[in-house]
């Protein structure tokens, strides 16, 4: 399994965020999280990319391995991405030199060689087609005057460069209009490879559209209250998340989150 | 010249009375009757004002105890000329340039190098310029006596023997920067090195001016040096100060200049070295239409104190000033900003900005701002600002998230702090050198370069 999490709780100070999640995502699947706002979802991308503000328990196991055990570098270097949803600007710090920093740095943890400014540049702009960006996003700083759509594009070309084992993507579809969101699906598409496990947070049916599920998880109050396969996005947009809290939609003969 | 005595001092002079006890009376023999007459005023001056202390308003967030416990005496010239060409070499921006090096404040023909000089640019000694009566010193220094703002100046005045005198006749273009080279050598005996240098620009005339102050030696010294500018009609002079002392020593100074009408002035100082710098600048907007942006970037850690005290005062109409000041302060390190812009009755349609921005970089660090307006004309347009943060933790990471580790995460986001200050430097040469030295300090301050700092 390449993500195994096991009653795993995340707390900011008294606040418990998350209550007792369980997943399993096997290497090639394309897990979906959906939920309404204040679930959660968030939250579980932030604390598996090593955001340091919340307390953790439970288990957590990338490859085998005790994520928790890891900075976030350290993360980034196993294989785990995070596609924030709200990308930081970073204002200074120009594109081209900051992807090439954190590329050399993973290779370099890799024990690959670096690649030099020539190198790069060839890789990037190939990358760069796939999210239709143009040469000009390289010279500018981080995020820094991007608008939602471009910084959602950003996320994606800077994880086809840096080639993830993992992909968090978190609310990627949120604030793109239907021609961003058909960029950002198919740069997502174009890497998926039975090699690599991505798990897609979002609040909206629509994305699964273009990004279809092999499993579908739905997270209410800090747990996952209920997994299926794509069908489930669709009967969830039928019948919203009112009816979550029905006793009813839960199985509770499968452990929830987890594969069967 | 009529000695001066020490009866009875007030206690509040009486720290200014043991300080020139000690230093003994200011040098004589070969000065010009004004320049006597003028060392004369500044003790006066002193023993009536005493040393500045924390009661002053300007003197607030600076302790002086530090410097006054030490035993100073007055350095003399041609003690130590012996530095390493490949010591002086790294401190020089480029090592073909035009170059005046100074040894405890006194010129060292030897290490300097001028003789690529054309007759209308004259860079020599201030001695030298005091031995040929050379024009415009006695109006350059008759201005500054009237106006001492506390008693380090007059000090100067006091004591000083040497410093640069560079003078651009009218319409003429300096191409390359000529650089100053301050180097203190305290020996093993505490020494005041007091310089004192003049740059006039003459009419419509163009030249750059790099000043770096290091020392060739730990030790403790004390540099107390004026720079006075002068800059006649359309005249523009761009100015770049490094000061990079060991962190045994004092350093300060005061950048004095006076603008004639539609000159440019620029100033950018990158404050490294010294337990305690004071760095002041003080700025006369007299020429109608004149331009002046004053730039400061500091980075105090350690022990460190930076002190930057700005005051511009447009007094022609239609003047333009601009100021960015940015701290970098790490480790007990204390950084303050003091700036001042005087808009006074007449200078209309004055634009005036000032900002300051800091980022602390440990939770001992400190910052005091105090960003001041005075207003005294009604057709004005003036802004200023201040603001003092931490580096970003959602910025850290997300760089970390993408695999730079902390510690290059960190120096990524100090170096993009201070690059605003390091972009606006035209000269690419002085740009790749101030980069340099930056690297050095921010990878030397815990932050691994990694290879990912270039």
Known sequence: ?260 | MTPVTFTNPAPATSAAAQLLAVLGLPPSGSDPPWLAQARYESLEWVMAHGLPTRKDEDWKYTRLDALLDVPFERAEAGVSNQVAPATLEALTVNPSSTRAVFVNGYFVPDLSSLSDLKGDVTVTSLAAALARGATGLESVFSRAFDQYDHAFTALNTAFTEDGAYIQIAADTVVDEPIELVFLSDAQGTPLLSSPHSVILAGPRSRVSVIETHAAIADGATWTNAVVHVVLDEGARVDHFKIQDEPDTGFHLALLDVYQGPGSQFSSSSMMLGSKIVRNEVHVHLEGEGSRVSIDGLYLPRGDQHHDNVVLIEHVAPRCVSHQLYKGIVDGHGHGVFNGRIIVWPGADGADANQTNKNLLLSEYAEIDTRPRLEIFTDDVKCTHGAAVGALDEEALFYLRSRGVPREAARALLTHAFAREILERVESESLRTHVEALLGERLSADGFTKDGTLQ
């Open chain 1, 1 to 260: 399994m390449m993500l195994h999490i096991e009653n795993l709780h995340a707390r900011i100070g008294d606040n418990e965020i998350l209550r007792g999640v369980n997943l399993d995502v096997a290497a090639g699947e394309v897990h979906a999280i959906m939920g309404p706002n204040g679930s959660g979802k968030s939250t579980l991308a932030n604390v598996l990319a090593g955001h340091e503000a919340y307390d953790t328990e439970g288990i957590v196991l990338f490859e085998g391995e005790d994520l928790f055990a890891l900075s976030p570098e350290d993360r980034a270097a196993s294989g785990v991405f995070l596609a924030f949803q709200h990308p930081v600007e970073i204002p200074g710090v120009g594109n081209l030199y900051f992807l090439r920093t954190a590329l050399n740095s993973l290779r370099r943890r890799r024990g690959l060689d670096e690649l030099d400014v020539m190198q790069f540049l060839a890789l990037a702009e190939d990358r760069m087609k796939s999210v239709e960006m143009d040469r000009s996003f390289m010279n500018r700083s981080v995020n820094e005057g991007f608008s939602g759509g471009e910084k959602k594009r950003n996320e994606i070309l800077q994880m086809s460069i840096l080639e993830p084992k993992l992909a968090l993507l978190d609310e990627t579809d949120s604030g793109l209009d239907i021609d961003a969101l058909r960029i950002v699906a198919s740069g997502v598409n174009a890497l998926r490879r039975p090699d690599r496990a991505m798990v897609v947070i979002t609040h909206h049916q629509r994305l699964l559209d273009y990004i279809v599920p092999d499993r579908v998880h739905v997270m209410a109050g800090g747990r996952i209250v209920r997994s299926g396969g794509k069908d489930l996005a669709l009967e969830l947009e039928e019948y919203g998340y009112s009816e979550l809290g029905h006793a009813g939609m839960v199985d509770s003969s499968v452990p929830v989150g987890a594969t069967p």
